[in-house]
């Protein structure tokens, strides 16, 4: 069975400029959830997609959206980019959410110059 | 929300010794879960692990909920054992919650 997939693995972008990050779940799964990983601020959650619904939502700005499509595969898209969101996110999926067990993918790596 | 302490935020080891590793929360949860995350950044399930003891390998998890606790135990470790252990839980509002993680370094 296939793990969760995010692409690009790598990413370089300016301030300014949007971001759009893709995640495939494990075949099945249709809860997906993001998260953003910088030194200083550790592991954060985004938001979490299930069933194309947004069912819960962490405490970033409005410029990092999400959404989900039938297939359960997941965008990400940050506009006008700041310094400050240089970090690598990750993806996770799980059968229905909450409560259960989280699948990470190996993660995009965005900096921004 | 709920509060995810991880302790000691840093530990040294060396090759074949044996190391419990601490994760704290403030409120009862329905889900815990360990992670591995190597140097390249890739995030690995370890344990999911509500309550009760698991083994795997040379890794063992127990979660005492009631007492709002769990252990991760790596026995004779390895260098490849490295990297940064998390613990994670689910908060009453269903939000997925990080402890700060602890840094493992196994020297040879």
């Known amino acids: 069975k296939a793990g969760v997939t995010q692409t690009p693995r790598y990413l370089i972008k300016t301030r300014g400029q949007q971001v759009t990050l893709s995640c495939s779940p494990i075949s099945g799964h249709r809860s997906v959830s993001w998260y953003q990983q910088t030194p200083g601020q550790g592991l954060q959650f985004l938001f979490e997609?299930?069933?194309?619904?947004?069912?819960n939502k962490g405490n970033f700005p409005g410029r990092f959206s999400g959404r989900q499509f039938s297939n359960s595969r997941s965008e990400m898209n940050v506009s006008t980019l700041e310094l400050g969101d240089s970090a690598l996110y990750l993806c996770?999926?799980?059968?229905?959410?909450?409560?259960?067990?989280?699948?990470f993918g190996d993660g995009t790596r965005l900096s921004i110059l | 929300g709920i509060q995810v302490e991880q302790s000691p935020p840093d530990l040294i080891l060396q090759e074949g010794a044996n190391s419990t590793l601490r994760c704290n929360f403030s409120?009862?949860?329905?889900?815990l879960q360990w992670f591995h995350q190597n140097p390249w950044g890739q995030l690995i399930n370890l344990f999911y692990i509500p309550s009760g003891t698991k083994q795997n390998g040379r890794l063992s998890a127990t979660t005492v909920a009631t007492e709002r606790y769990s252990l991760l135990y790596i026995s004779s470790s390895q260098t490849t054992d490295s990297g940064v252990y998390f613990c994670a839980v689910f908060d009453s509002w269903g939000k997925f919650q990080f402890g700060a993680g602890t840094q493992v370094v196994v020297t040879p």
């Open positions: 997609y299930f069933s194309e619904t947004q069912r």
């Open positions: 409120d009862s949860v329905n889900n």
């Open positions: 996770a999926s799980s059968l229905e959410g909450e409560n259960q067990p989280q699948h």
